[in-house]
């Protein structure tokens, strides 16, 4: 048999040929009609579907009933269904359906050629397979294309972009995609992204309902989004975790986007995928929703199995009350969370070294898991059955007070070291500009949520791209709260400029918060003993001690032990020694007698001590420092009571050299702090 030429030439002569033949007329009629022919078929399947159904059912009457509901039923499902399309198209579908039920209906009960039925047949099914092929025919109108392109045309003049060209676009509920090409040589991505303003307002939307993203290779194509409709303007209140037990690697659901879609978030990073594990900033002014976004957050990680939690709060809790017994380490700012960042700088060494022995080179939930690999090298080829390592968020609240009061040296070094250690940083603030963090640690936050900000405040919040593209926190400022967007990897680039809003928290929150933290508490993950050892070794009592501190015993509600800064306007004010949990009254651990018996009344006179009594009463105001769990400690700490037993700055600065010396006291991330080295009997 001779193989059949396939050169293009000669199928399309033979082609041709064809076509001046019968059979080819008949095949391109055939090929043109193709497109129509459904509507047809599907009425000849009503009438073989009503002569069938008589068979079965003619002359009863309890099937008249159950045909006439589901003739009902199907109308309503064709109608319900059709709410997305064009009015036009809803109600001529409903129409075609009602109708082909009716005919199948009358003539299961009575008969095919009962009566009118067959002539109403004859006449209805070719006029409503019609009808389709006339919308059909329809659908397709050269002269509305040629208005539609000038009307686009005028619209791209307008906004100063004559030239560029709409090739396609995708319509979708409240979502336009359309697929721009600019001139070649005369206009850029850059011509489009200055004019989205512009755009907006011929279409008199929002501003931040119209977004361009550039194409990564090109310079001159993109699409153009516009969401004429804001899908978030309804509120949705928050009713619990999503995903309670499951892997802190799962998405956390905090919020919706503005087409519906889930606003997800990943902490942890993930080998298979190529996600890296990042850390958060939460930004946004007073009233942007900023805390309802951080409840989003925090609720949905307290709710995993394989997390652990440290959290500073320097307001007291106030919003996070209800979940603090769920987490691991809870403080309320000033010198307290000075001595978190200490301990969380410390961890992160001796976690990376546990994560290589037991051979991961980055945090997975296997890692959390007890570990039974004889492969790992922590105990040369016997089996392992270490416990595992949970997840560590540390989380640091209104993190402007933290920074103002010690510096930000050590944020910086956690964000650049921790994701290795299967760790992630959160920190939330209201204004991310330089007097209130560092260049160097915003940068080392790949993740943002940013809500509404002032509009000066754009640039230090996003990504240039991410503004270029379209998004604009400065237009809601506080007057759209729980309005944001989401910058975090895992989530496609075009997502960045797309708005979200997170879950509303009322005042029925609390009680499922409150039961949340009871389920933290019975059956979410507790401190592995690497993590411990090293937070205790480096905090001492504040850590060992935690959960015996900043309970309900405090009745006024304070910490305890007061920092040296105002957690609102971060001004220094004079501190009592009562309040940093010293009593002037007491006595001090073992000193000479001399001492013992003197009372540091406001009126006592400054007693005359031997360089040694000196040394003595130093070295018991550091160790009652560390009792009380107050790790990191200044020169200006201790004068409130060296000063009563007759001695100076120089003296306390010459004795902090001798602590540091001697190893209790180390160099904290401020200059000027020091960090006590916990004595081994209090560790």
Not at 470 to 496: D, F, I, K, S
Not at 581 to 596: F, N, R
Request: proline letters at 7%; charged letters at 20%.
């Amino acid at each position: 048999m001779p193989k059949k030429d396939t050169d293009p030439e000669v199928q399309h002569r033979e082609n041709l040929e064809g076509a001046s033949t019968g059979r080819g007329i008949v095949a391109w009629i055939a090929h043109r009609a193709k497109p129509y022919t459904p509507p047809w078929i599907l009425a000849g399947a009503v009438g073989i579907a009503g002569s069938a159904a008589s068979l079965e059912w003619e002359g009863s009457a309890a099937a008249g009933v159950g045909l006439t509901l589901s003739s009902v039923a199907l109308t309503g499902i064709t109608w319900w269904a059709g709410r997305s399309t064009g009015p036009q198209r809803r109600l001529h579908s409903a129409v075609t359906v009602a109708a082909a039920c009716a005919w199948v209906t009358g003539a299961a009960l009575a008969g095919p050629t009962a009566g009118p039925l067959p002539d109403t047949f004859l006449m209805g099914a070719p006029v409503a397979a019609l009808s389709w092929n006339i919308r059909q025919v329809m659908r397709r109108n050269p002269d509305a294309v040629q208005v539609a392109a000038d009307a686009d045309a005028t619209l791209l003049e307008k906004v100063k972009l004559a030239g560029a060209k709409i090739r396609r676009a995708e319509v979708e509920p409240n979502r336009v995609t359309a697929e721009l090409t600019l001139p070649a040589g005369e206009m850029t991505n850059d011509d489009v992204t200055r004019a989205l303003g512009n755009i907006a307002s011929a279409l008199d939307v929002a501003p931040t309902a119209v977004r361009y993203l550039p194409d990564p290779d090109s310079a001159r194509r993109g699409d153009l989004v516009v969401v004429p409709r804001d899908m978030l303007a309804e509120v949705v209140e928050w009713e619990m975790p999503t995903n309670v037990g499951g892997s802190i690697a799962d998405p956390l659901v905090i919020g919706r986007y503005d087409d519906g879609s889930p606003l997800l978030l990943w902490l942890p990073g993930d080998p298979e995928t190529g996600r890296n594990g990042t850390h958060l900033g939460i930004f946004g002014m007073t009233g942007s929703g900023k805390g309802d976004g951080a409840l989003n957050v925090l609720t949905e990680i307290m709710g995993r199995r394989d997390v652990i939690v440290w959290l500073s709060d320097p307001k007291s809790f106030q919003d996070f009350g209800p979940l603090r017994p769920g987490l691991d380490w809870a403080v309320e700012g000033g010198a307290e969370t000075e001595t978190m960042v200490s301990a969380f700088q410390a961890v992160i060494p001796a976690r990376t070294r546990w994560l290589g022995a037991h051979g991961y080179r980055q945090w997975v939930p296997a890692a959390a898991e007890q570990q039974t690999n004889p492969a790992h090298s922590c105990h040369k080829g016997r089996a392992c059955g270490c416990e595992g390592m949970p997840f560590l968020v540390g989380w640091f609240e209104e993190a402007a007070a933290t920074i103002r009061f010690m510096g930000d040296e050590g944020f910086t070094e956690i964000a650049q070291l921790a994701r290795a250690a299967g760790a992630a940083l959160v920190i939330s603030l209201q204004r991310p500009s330089h007097d209130q963090i560092s260049t160097s640690t915003r940068a080392s936050l790949p993740s943002v949520l940013v809500f509404g900000l002032d509009a000066r405040d754009e640039g230090m919040a996003l990504p240039g791209p991410v503004l270029d593209a379209g998004a604009h926190p400065g237009t809601w400022a506080n007057r759209r709260p729980g309005y944001c967007y989401l910058v975090t990897p895992g989530v496609g680039e075009q997502r960045y400029s797309s708005p979200g809003r997170t879950f509303r928290f009322t005042g029925r929150a609390a009680r499922v918060m409150e039961q949340l933290a009871a389920w933290a508490v019975r059956n979410g993950a507790k401190v592995d003993p690497v993590t411990a050892k090293a937070a205790a070794a480096t905090a001492g009592r504040a850590y060992t001690d935690r959960h015996n501190q900043g309970t309900a015993d405090d009745e006024d509600g304070d910490s305890v032990y007061a920092d040296d800064t105002d957690a609102d306007s971060g001004a220094e004010r004079r501190v009592d020694p009562e309040d940093e949990g010293l009593d002037p009254q007491a006595e001090l651990p073992p000193v000479p007698d001399t001492l013992a018996d003197i009372t540091f009344g406001p009126e006592s006179t400054a007693p005359t001590f031997t360089p040694e009594e000196a040394r003595a009463a130093m070295d018991a105001i550091v160790a009652e420092f560390e009792q009380g769990g107050v790790m990191v400690i200044g020169p200006k700490d201790v004068m409130e009571h060296a000063t009563r037993f007759g001695r100076t700055r120089p003296w306390v600065s010459g004795e902090f050299r001798r602590l540091i010396e001697e190893g209790r006291l180390v160099p904290a991330a401020q200059k000027g702090r020091y960090r006590i080295v916990p004595a081994p009997a209090l560790v």
